[in-house]
């Protein structure tokens, strides 16, 4: 936290206050959802939480907060895992929530997007789009509660990186308030548009370090008229890349989605969401699981090539989505898998990329790493193979409870959380894939960076926040 910053006395925020009027504020001292983690480990402070309804609201309260050397801390949908919605070392914060700033303002079928306010749900941004025909792309199993301001400020990732990008790849536009409370906006539906800095891309991924986002332009596309899964079982996850080559020959860019499960994953979530249905017996130790999409007749171009992959040897087994519901039951194995490692009592949760020829080799690594830790340890290792983010999910050894473990084993979150970085590092990847620095990951990327990427972005926000008001304590310390 900068401690050049103010607590701030009554008569702020008696003015901050007055901006956003009754209904648009509460107290801090207050219970609020504004302080949770998602994976509770910790609980945020503040001495008071605003909910601004528009940007003229929230370009005042920054201006408030400059003046006053006060600490804002932008909040969206509450979902992200690396605290950067929450302030945890001081009560003078303040929280900025945009969650009434929730409105679609706009969608133009034929400039092919969507203007959406920051506090717009992700999954209401799906149904406008599905209103209209049309889909945006970006998608992940938060999709429920997280909100498209978060996912523009951690350059969120998601299921269909693989054909359709990241969260800044999906956007051409953002309206945003700066630190000196002056609102850049530049919502228009430009594909090329050459006229300086590319302020847009230095505000998506700053985590709200630099300003605070408050609508964006988004791409929406054509509905696909044909979508197809399935799950494949593969002995390791160099075959599962193996099959990822075949099936890129095979399908080109119709791939949406490739996500690696393992034996051990899909046993956690069955065991914890009893509903699900496996479609094969797990006598497999990986698992692939596969979505295209184009016209129609690509689920039958699909079902020749992993034919071909089944003669070749590459998979040992496979099952084909027949209809919605059984494509959802697999979708479900693979996005209720958080959940399933936090009630399985998750310690580590990482958010790793790798270049895809190293996955194989890191997994195996990286595994080891932990095993010389703790031998017992179980490990829940999957994610977005096709873009080389691979979450490492590390839980007690059977039969012990999360905290007796932890406590019985001082030290041994760290361990394991290192084990991983170094590996990340080794294989020349990225100890932060799609969740974002936060608090969390601070002292990691001053460890990681290098000092010339740390020094221009030390550089960046000095030059745009001299003050140190926006989430200060967030992405880097100062």
Not at 2 to 25: F, M
Not at 156 to 170: E, F, Y
Not at 346 to 359: G, H, N, Q
Not at 433 to 440: K, M, N, Y
Request: net charge negative; hydrophobic share 40%.
């Amino acid at each position: 936290m900068n401690h050049n910053l103010n607590p701030p006395d009554k008569q702020t925020l008696n003015k901050l206050k007055a901006i956003v009027g009754t209904g648009g504020w509460a107290l801090g001292s207050q219970p609020t959802r504004h302080f949770d983690d998602p994976r509770g480990r910790f609980k945020g402070k503040a001495c008071l939480i605003l909910l601004p309804s528009t940007t003229e609201q929230v370009a005042e309260i920054v201006l408030q907060c400059n003046s006053s050397k006060l600490s804002i801390v932008p909040f969206s949908g509450g979902s992200g895992v690396v605290a950067g919605q929450l302030s945890l070392d001081s009560d003078h914060a303040i929280v900025l929530s945009l969650e009434k700033m929730n409105k679609v303002r706009d969608i133009s079928v034929d400039d092919g997007v969507v203007v959406a306010e920051a506090g717009c749900i992700l999954e209401n941004i799906h149904n406008t789009a599905q209103q209209h025909g049309l889909m945006f792309p970006l998608s992940m199993a938060s999709k429920g509660s997280c909100c498209i301001g978060g996912n523009l400020a951690t350059n969120a990732g998601g299921i269909q990186v693989l054909r359709h990008g990241n969260a800044r790849d999906l956007c051409l536009g953002i309206e945003a308030v700066l630190p000196n409370g002056a609102v850049y906006s530049e919502l228009s539906p430009l594909r090329k548009n050459n006229t300086g800095y590319d302020l847009r891309n230095l505000l998506i991924g700053s985590e709200g370090t630099l300003g605070i986002i408050t609508a964006a332009t988004l791409i929406v596309k054509p509905i696909d008229p044909e979508s197809v899964t399935a799950l494949c079982a593969v002995e390791s996850p160099a075959q599962a890349l193996m099959v990822f080559k075949q099936l890129r020959k095979a399908m080109g860019d119709n791939i949406s989605a490739l996500e690696l499960m393992s034996k051990f994953g899909l046993e956690l979530v069955i065991e914890h969401f009893p509903s699900l249905q496996l479609p094969f017996s797990l006598n497999h130790r990986w698992f692939l699981l596969v979505e295209v999409a184009g016209h129609k007749g690509i689920g039958s171009r699909f079902e020749e090539a992993l034919a071909n992959c089944l003669e070749q040897e590459l998979i040992a087994d496979a099952t084909m989505a027949q209809s919605q519901t059984q494509q959802t039951n697999l979708w479900d194995l693979r996005e209720n898998t958080p959940e399933a490692n936090r009630a399985g009592g998750a310690f580590c949760s990482s958010d790793t990329a790798v270049p895809i020829s190293k996955v194989d080799a890191f997994i195996e690594h990286t595994t080891n790493a932990i095993y010389d830790i703790h031998a017992s340890l179980q490990i829940n290792t999957y994610g977005h193979i096709g873009d080389g983010n691979i979450h490492h999910n590390v839980l007690p050894p059977t039969g012990h409870a999360k905290a007796t473990f932890i406590n019985e084993n001082p030290g041994i979150v760290e361990l394991v959380r290192m084990a991983i970085n170094d590996a990340t590092v080794k294989f020349d990847g990225s100890i932060s894939a799609e969740h974002g620095i936060g608090r969390l990951k601070v002292r990691d990327l001053e460890l990681y960076a290098g000092e010339t990427k740390l020094a221009a972005i030390r550089r960046i926000k000095e030059a745009l926040d001299p003050n140190g008001i926006m989430n200060p304590g967030a992405l880097i310390d100062r």
